[in-house]
Nanobody, 126 residues
């Protein structure tokens, strides 16, 4: 059974940092693209950042460019999201996702990802 489990969320003041982790189990995700999406209260889930299977291609949402960084540890089957200079508008539930994605253009598309975690809450206070 494939499972993605996020951790590292919490409450932080604006300008602070958090590091999210996503532990994958049930299979090797070394050939899978992985990404982070988020959903704020009352809003639709949106793309944040994704990385292709080899790590050679990374796609960021404009709203997080220069502040967030995605990385992955293939050996440990773990995905990370380093979030710096957090803003109140970054408050959301953050979801990890995985999928066999070949096209770089598809990295930001939710339907490209069949595997999802349960989410971790990130709250940024002013």
């Amino acid at each position: 059974q494939v499972e993605l489990v996020e951790s590292g969320g919490g409450l932080v003041q604006a300008g602070g940092s958090l590091r999210l982790s996503c532990a994958a189990s049930g299979r090797s995700f070394s050939s899978y693209a992985m990404g982070w999406f988020r959903q704020a209260p009352g809003k639709e889930r949106e793309f944040v950042v994704a990385i292709n299977w080899s790590g050679s291609s990374v796609s960021y949402a404009d709203s997080v460019k220069g502040r967030f960084e995605i990385s992955r540890d293939i050996v440990k089957n773990t995905l990370f999201l380093q979030m710096n200079s957090l803003k109140v508008e970054d408050t959301a539930v953050y979801y990890c996702a995985a999928g066999e994605i070949i096209s770089t253009q598809a990295l930001g598309t939710m339907r490209s990802y069949p595997y999802w975690g349960q989410g971790t809450q990130v709250t940024v206070s002013s």
